[in-house]
């Protein structure tokens, strides 16, 4: 079945714009994380979402980050005023809590290049 | 969160099989311990998890030590396709209908020559 999928692939933008990467879970997952991979910081958390509750922020590195997830399916991760230490790769992951929760799958990412 | 050591790189050869360490010597009574890996230019991937027992997939196995403060990852055969970066996490267990957010670390960096 189809797996994943984050859009767009590759991003180039200019310091100080916003930014919107999309994440389309596997059907029927209930939960959706959000982590970046850069070569500072490696792999890091950053937000999930879970069912009809609260979203944990608690891995948002700044208030300029933010994330929302529509239907309980598609969610978007949206940097505002974007800077040079956001570039990075982001990673969006499901998983079928209640079901075999440990097992995060992972999209292949976003790359974002911030200029 | 409870931390996990790695080596930073191992080498193995095609074919042959492959022990990858962890120790967690701060592991609590119910942590889980899982592993991932991630090949180049891809999203990391999930291996196998356990929790006291030791582990069979068609992957890999698991095994965990009695006091459970270290575990391996044990690939059968090594192939090719097997060099990727390896990351051991502990997390504690789900509340029912729950998600776990993961901790990486820096994982193992696994080259297998042919």
């Known amino acids: 079945g189809a797996g994943v999928s984050q859009s767009p692939s590759n991003k180039v933008t200019e310091k100080g714009k916003d930014v919107e990467l999309r994440c389309d879970p596997i059907s029927g997952h209930t939960a959706l994380y959000w982590y970046r991979q850069s070569l500072g910081q490696g792999l890091e958390f950053l937000i999930y979402f879970q069912g009809n509750s609260a979203p944990d922020k608690s891995g948002l590195p700044s208030d300029r980050f933010s994330a929302e997830r529509t239907g309980g399916s598609v969610s978007t991760l949206t940097i505002q005023r974007t800077q040079q230490e956001d570039s990075a790769v982001y990673l969006c992951?499901?998983?079928?809590?209640?079901?075999?929760?440990?097992?995060?799958?992972f999209g292949p990412g976003t790359r974002l290049t911030v200029t | 969160d409870a931390k996990t050591t790695q080596p930073n790189s191992m080498e193995s050869n095609e074919e042959e099989p492959v022990h990858l360490p962890c120790n967690h010597s701060?592991?609590?009574?119910?942590?889980?311990i899982h592993w991932y890996r991630q090949l180049p230019s891809q999203g990391p991937e999930y291996v196998i998890h356990g929790l006291t027992s030791n582990v069979n997939n068609r992957m890999a196995s698991l095994a965990i030590a009695e006091d459970r403060k270290s575990s391996t990852l044990i690939l059968h055969r090594a192939t090719l396709r097997d060099a990727a970066v390896y990351y051991c996490i502990l997390s504690p267990p789900l509340i029912i209908q729950g998600a776990q957010k993961l901790v990486f670390g820096q994982g193992t960096r696994l080259t297998i020559n042919p």
């Open positions: 992951a499901s998983s079928l809590a209640g079901g075999s929760p440990y097992e995060q799958y």
């Open positions: 701060t592991i609590s009574g119910t942590d889980y």
